[in-house]
């Protein structure tokens, strides 16, 4: 017998993938591929698609278990020598529980939608790209939870990030972004997850969590960062390849694009909001201010860069995004001010920041922050002093669209709250932005369903009518919340570092 | 322009007043104020007295301020962009607030 022909890697992927697809005698195209007609999208030619990482499964497998194997070897090593008490600060793990609570959530989320679409796009090329990014994502959330359930042996805040992404507040912003893209039709979400989020965006959340960690002594987290690395550039790629293939296969394509890229540009932005005050106000390391981050990885590497080339095929840049730019010296400040006031009721904690600290935000942000932001934090101190460290007293009024507080400000006016309005069926909705109500007017019967959770805890449907209740119903633990100075983590986290007898930590009551 | 759906794409709103009986939904902002990061917005009854709004729903709120004395507070009032001139026992209904309607503060 003849020995085996050794094929080329490119003819091994080929006939691993493309040469196992068949046409279908015994069923209708469209009966087999329901979903992607709807949306107004023409694919003429789906073998045009191409892929530029021409993977296998059993190449993918061999990877992926290389990469775990020196991951969970750190985490086995940073649990065993009590590597946390050698980070920046306890409090640098506020971060980490806005990122275990709000995005690894979302990934496992893109993993149930990335194998939707390993089964429901037409062509075998993006459909096994789905595949692979759909176990790439499930690795993710596991991945993340395995890393961060180190430090929820010691610290609050991590023990009910799942039941809280579905429940909490601020978690309603990630949580009903990712629901906006999930329900979107197959090629809306290829726009919304798999270019605008995981291209445009991806940067500006990634690298400033992972810098954090290393900057901050998370070596686990780092290493996790480094693990995702190769997923993500790959995920770039899928949605790089996505959007040339949307836009190369029918001119009629370009306007449906243009407009999915206006919307999911500014939802993603918005949820952004989140990682600018993580970066300018969370990590006691800094890393670099948001407007640093917004200028190097979003003006100049994607305005700058990935728009002049897609100017070639008639796209131009996201609607709102002039109103962004203009937002960067100010939005880390609003954020997080409003976070201060209502972390009572938040799975992190939030505190003053000090004279150091100050000074740092006022070289950062020259031209705003002695001017407009300094002042509340003095006068926040002032109370503390007294005695009396303020929270909000009252529920806040949402956006229609994101979720997020209406904390934003008027374009060039600083002090004035934007509020903009929309009439539907006789309702009133309102939004923090034009871009959030410039979305909402494209698709009301959408956003009218927003399950808000300010009217939902009105309505009774939140634990009950007190703070107390509804505090419960999030899942909220004595010393997830309030303030950093003074709770439990500080102390402990102070307990063991000043005696060279301190008490070994030990695991918290409950976690 | 409607959702495009694969059937037909009709939902009631989550937020509309009928969920919230005799009650609704206010919005208030406290103009120019940055020391409250956003505007508030509670569940009142329609019929309650602008008075007893102020006294009991929006200024203990606006405590967490404490450069703000209630004895003395003066503020010109606008309603869904509309001024308006309350005099303390009329309904909040009567006044023209609706369900979700902005309410904003102006300090004299």
């Known amino acids: 017998m003849a020995a085996p022909r050794k094929l080329s890697m490119k003819q091994r992927y080929a006939a691993l993938t493309h040469d196992l697809d068949w046409d279908f005698s015994y069923v209708d195209n469209a009966e087999a591929y329901p979903y992607t007609t709807f949306e107004g999208i023409k694919i003429h030619d789906w073998s045009k698609w191409e892929d530029p990482f021409r993977l296998t499964v059993d190449a993918y497998m061999k990877y992926q278990a290389e990469k775990d194997k020196r991951l ?42 990335f194998s939707f679409l390993a089964r429901h796009l037409n062509g075998p090329g993006p459909r096994f790209a789905a595949l692979c990014q759909s176990q790439d994502e499930l690795r993710h959330a596991q991945t993340e939870i395995h890393t961060l359930s180190n430090y929820n042996k010691f610290y609050g805040g991590f023990h009910s990030w799942h039941h809280q992404h579905d429940r909490v507040w601020y978690l309603s912003v990630p949580k009903s972004f990712f629901d906006d893209a999930v329900s979107a039709g197959p090629f809306e979400f290829m726009i919304a997850i798999g270019f605008s989020f995981e291209y445009l965006l991806t940067n500006l959340l990634f690298v400033p969590f992972m810098s954090g960690a290393s900057f901050n002594g998370d070596l686990p987290t780092m290493t996790f960062g480094f693990s995702a690395q190769s997923d993500e550039s790959r995920h770039m790629t899928f949605g790089l390849e996505a959007i040339k293939f949307l836009l190369e296969q029918d001119p009629d394509n370009v306007p449906i694009v243009q407009e999915w890229i206006d919307k999911w540009f500014w939802r993603g932005y918005r949820l952004l909001a ?5 970066l300018d106000y969370m990590l006691p390391r800094k890393v670099m201010s948001w407007k640093e981050a917004f200028e190097l990885y979003f003006e100049q590497q994607m305005l700058g860069g990935l728009f002049k080339d897609l100017e070639y095929y008639g796209i131009r840049p996201p609607k709102h995004v002039q109103h962004a730019i203009d937002e960067k010296e100010i939005l880390s400040h609003q954020v997080y001010w409003t976070l201060y006031q209502f972390s009572f009721a938040a799975a992190f904690n939030t ?10 935000l006022a070289e950062q942000y020259p031209d705003t922050f ?14 503390v002093e007294g005695g009396g460290r303020h929270f909000a007293r009252a529920l806040p009024q949402l956006c229609q669209t994101c979720q997020i507080p209406m904390l934003f400000t008027e374009p060039g006016d600083p002090t004035t709250i934007c509020q903009r309005h929309s009439i539907y069926e006789g309702e009133r909705f309102d939004f923090c932005s034009d871009g959030c109500k410039w979305i909402f007017d494209r698709e009301p019967e959408k956003y009218v369903q927003a399950w808000l959770p300010v009217h939902q805890i009105y309505m009774g449907n939140c634990g009950g009518p007190t703070v107390p209740d509804v505090l419960a119903w999030y899942g909220l633990q004595p010393g997830d919340n309030g303030e950093y100075a003074g709770s439990q983590e500080a102390l402990d986290w102070a307990a063991w570092h000043t005696t060279s007898h301190a008490p070994a930590p030990t695991p918290v009551a409950g976690n | 322009m409607a959702v495009r759906a694969i059937g037909e794409y009709k939902f009631p709103s989550s937020s509309r007043q009928e969920l919230y009986g ?15 990061c956003a505007p508030s917005c509670f569940r009142v009854p329609k019929a309650m007295p602008w008075s007893a709004f102020l006294s009991e729903v929006v200024y203990p709120v606006w405590g967490q301020d404490p450069d703000f004395d209630p004895a003395t507070a003066q503020f010109a009032w ?25 309410i904003v503060a102006n300090a004299a």
């Open chain 1, 72 to 113: 969970y070897a750190v985490l086995d090593s940073f649990a065993q020598g009590q590597g946390h008490l050698s980070l920046a600060d306890a409090k640098y793990l506020n971060a980490m529980k806005l990122f275990l609570q709000g995005v690894t959530p979302l990934e496992y989320q893109a993993h149930r939608n």
């Open chain 1, 351 to 360: 505190t003053t920041p000090d004279s150091e600290h100050l000074q740092w």
């Open chain 2, 78 to 102: 606008e309603v869904d962009d509309a001024s308006i001139s309350p005099s303390g026992d009329q309904s909040l209904e009567s006044l023209g607030i609706g369900h979700k309607s902005l």
């Open chain 1, 274 to 278: 989140l990682v600018s005050q993580m």
């Open chain 2, 22 to 36: 005799d009650d609704q939904l206010v919005h208030v902002y406290w103009k120019h104020n940055m020391f409250i």
């Open chain 1, 370 to 383: 002695d001017t407009l932001y300094k002042p509340l934090w003095d006068k926040a101190s002032r109370m």
